[in-house]
């Protein structure tokens, strides 16, 4: 499984844009990138996902490096509910149908 | 109403003891999942289950054992509860892509 790496932890503060790193530099070439997020006490939830072009839904936007080595998830206005931890995952087009989980970014909004 | 729902809740147990945790979806999907979260918070698959068929079954003791009466729903079966196996468990389902969890059960061994 492609390894991701993503910062232990992040802080920012109520409605301004909070911007998540991770690097994926293994990343082969059918590997898509999800993002998914666990609010306290609850299970992870999906948020976002694109495998080249960045990809913008209700909930964040996803910006893809060019080569694809690294990806940014994009909250454009934080709230106090968006605190949570947020996992990237690359998941393969194709093969075993599971999620491997790394340690995630604990992100943490201050009001 | 709730998409995937797991009981107990909470289970605070003795080791040694047998437990079962329960688990169904309402969604309609094919694919249904147990996942791990320990004290450290690493969240990790032990099984999966598409169609009532076991397709995925990482390296987990044999004391666990999941079983599907159909694809609404995958119970777990814990035999001879060990300490370490206090976590938190996670089921989900999904149906191509994106998998919807429960809300957990907390289990705790003394």
């Known amino acids: 499984d492609a390894k991701t790496t993503q910062p232990n932890s992040m802080e920012s503060n109520e409605e301004e844009p909070v911007h998540l790193p991770c690097n994926h530099s293994?990343?082969?070439?059918?590997?898509?990138i999800h993002w998914y997020r666990q609010l306290p006490s609850q299970g992870p939830e999906y948020v976002i996902h694109?495998?080249?072009s960045n990809v913008n839904n209700r909930m964040a936007s996803l910006a893809i490096a060019e080569d694809r080595k690294s990806s940014t998830l994009i909250l454009h206005r934080a709230t106090l509910r968006d605190a949570a931890v947020y996992y990237c995952?690359?998941?393969?087009?194709?093969?075993?149908?599971?999620?491997?989980f790394g340690q995630g970014t604990r992100l943490t909004i201050n009001p | 109403d709730t998409a995937v729902s797991q009981t107990p809740k909470y289970l605070v147990t003795q080791m040694g003891n047998d437990k079962s945790i329960k688990c169904e979806q309402n969604?309609?999907?094919?694919?249904m999942y147990w996942y791990k979260q320990d004290s450290k918070k690493f969240l990790k698959i032990m099984f999966s289950?598409?169609?009532?068929?076991?397709?995925i079954n990482e390296t987990v003791p044999n004391r666990f054992s999941p079983k599907s009466p159909d694809k609404a729903h995958l119970n777990l079966h814990i035999n001879s509860l060990e300490l370490g196996d206090s976590a938190v468990y996670f089921c989900?389902?999904?149906?191509?892509?994106?998998?919807?969890f429960g809300p957990g059960t907390r289990l705790l061994v003394l």
């Open positions: 293994t990343i082969s070439g059918t590997d898509y």
């Open positions: 989900a389902s999904s149906q191509g892509r994106h998998p919807y």
């Open positions: 694109g495998l080249t």
């Open positions: 995952i690359l998941r393969p087009f194709q093969g075993a149908q599971k999620l491997v």
């Open positions: 289950y598409n169609n009532k068929e076991l397709i």
């Open positions: 969604l309609g999907h094919d694919t």
